[in-house]
């Protein structure tokens, strides 16, 4: 049959009539553990000689881990993956099963703040090198790799200053000098950014964020080849970062409604990208859509769409950014991102107030940047409630 589209990807990868009873919807497997038919087929399943399920921990977990598996290789065109607790769990898994003592890890240097504060608190602590670059220059990347690099973890859009970088380019150069390529995925999502087709080895998602899309669960997932899960799995069931049933479900039931979700928080950003930008009171706009984004170019090159998530400065900095977030009344002033509804929020003090000022500053977290997880409410409903606020800075 001919290749589906996303969007049918979305509602049907995955998805089989429950063999036990039919059921239509995949069932929630809430279970520990998993019975066997006898001594021979547990020793042989743990043996990995019998595909099954044995303990929710270990990996497949459960069915309807499965089924989450499955859909997620659809829509990123992988091959296997694993899911996780959290997208910070299915950074520590990769980080954990790549990286050993002595081993150097190049990362973009906007990324998440749990991010920074795992690469440098943690991985440092087992003797692992690290550098922050600049990833949107390809100069810098291509500099500060070493012969020792073996990990190159790319977040784009970056969070939250939406730089933007390029995924091909930087793979290439980093598989040249024998390195891995991640890419965090979180802010684009499958419908609009492919890492694995521009050459990363792995691409993982906080399903947090837009893949469970309704702001009710923690989650994270990572796909690539099998080869390449298949190598994680002794970390992944040693650690027990393991997603929990339940979340496992609710990211299926978000990700039916991906691509609609997705489609309406692209319109939406660009529509409040384009009305901050025109505001006299907004000093500048970050949006990858935006012709004044530094990176449009790559940006319109690797990407769909643009989604969701722009950040800001409002002119008169930090205290009339922080006005505007007091005085919104639709948008809830609150961190995470993906949400059906519009979230406002202050990286400098919030999701990135573990940075040091010094590196915040220097790569561009600055006090004056607000940050908007672009809802799929309608659009001139945002803008008024925008409005009205700054109206009040
Ligand atoms: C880009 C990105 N990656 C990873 C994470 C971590 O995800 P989680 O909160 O599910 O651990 C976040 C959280 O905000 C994020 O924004």
Redesign the pocket.
Known sequence: MKKKKFGTLCVHAGEHPDPAFGAHTTPIYQTSTFVFDNAEQGASRFAGQEEGYTYGRLVPNTPTHSVLVEKMVALEGGEAGHTFS????A?TGVALSLLKQGDHLLSTDVV?G??YGLFTSLLTRFGIEVSFVDTTDLEEVQRNLKKNTRMVFL?TPA?PTMNVCDIAAITKMAKDFGAVSIV?N??ATSMFQKPLQLGADAVLH????YIGGHADL???VLIGSSEFIDNMTPVVNDTGLTMAPYEAWLCIRGLKTLHLRMAKHAVNGMKIAEFLEAHRKISWVRYPGLPSHPQHTIAKQQMSGFGGMLSFGVAGGMEAGRKLMNRVELCSLAV??GAVDTLIQHPASM?HADIPEEVRIKTGITDDLVRLSVGIEEPEDIIADLDQALEKV
């Open positions: 959290t997208g910070m769990a950074i998440y749990c991010t977040e969070n965090d979180t802010f906080s399903c947090t964020k923690l989650g994270g995470s991102l999701t």
